[in-house]
Structure formats: C-alpha cells, structure tokens
C-alpha cells in the first residue's frame, strides 16, 4: 500500500490498518526502523501493568501502570 508524506512529514495511516491493529486517535506507538533497514515499523503500544502485565483496570501512580489486583496487593504489603 502507498501512502503519502505531507509537507510536514506526517503519514496518514490508512482505515484498513487503523481498524485492524485498533489505532485510534490519540493512540500511543512506536515508530522503529526496520531490521533491515529498509523502512520503519510501527508498533501499537498497548499499557500493561507494569508487575504482572495485566491490561485491565489499569491505574497510573507516578507513571507507573499498575492494575487493580496489583495495586491492593502492594498497598496491602505497604501496610503491614
Ligand atoms: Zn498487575
């Protein structure tokens, strides 16, 4: 597929691949050359918690992400 670099370097994803690989506006990714060198790739990022990587209930605490079960589980260890 072709796409088309505007004057200020920005690239329209096309509908196709921002359904498919969920993009949505505001969306996080990252943008890597390729390993061969010959181009970029982008990666969706998606949140995780960052202890047992679970992606639901996430809360951010001082840029950390952390899920529910996680966050109890440290408060609980803070606690005792
Ligand atoms: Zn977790």
Redesign the pocket.
């Known amino acids: 597929m072709t796409v088309n670099i505007d004057g200020s370097g920005r690239v329209v994803i096309p509908k196709k691949y921002r359904e498919e690989f969920n993009l949505k506006p505001d969306s996080t990714a990252n943008l890597l050359p390729s390993p061969d060198g010959m181009g970029l790739v982008l990666f969706r990022l998606t949140p995780?918690?960052?202890?047992?990587?679970?992606e639901r209930e996430l809360t951010v605490i001082e840029n950390i992400c952390?899920?529910?079960?996680?966050?109890k589980?440290f408060k609980y260890k803070l606690n005792k």
């Open positions: 995780k918690c960052a202890n047992c990587g679970s952390l899920c529910e079960g996680c966050k589980l």
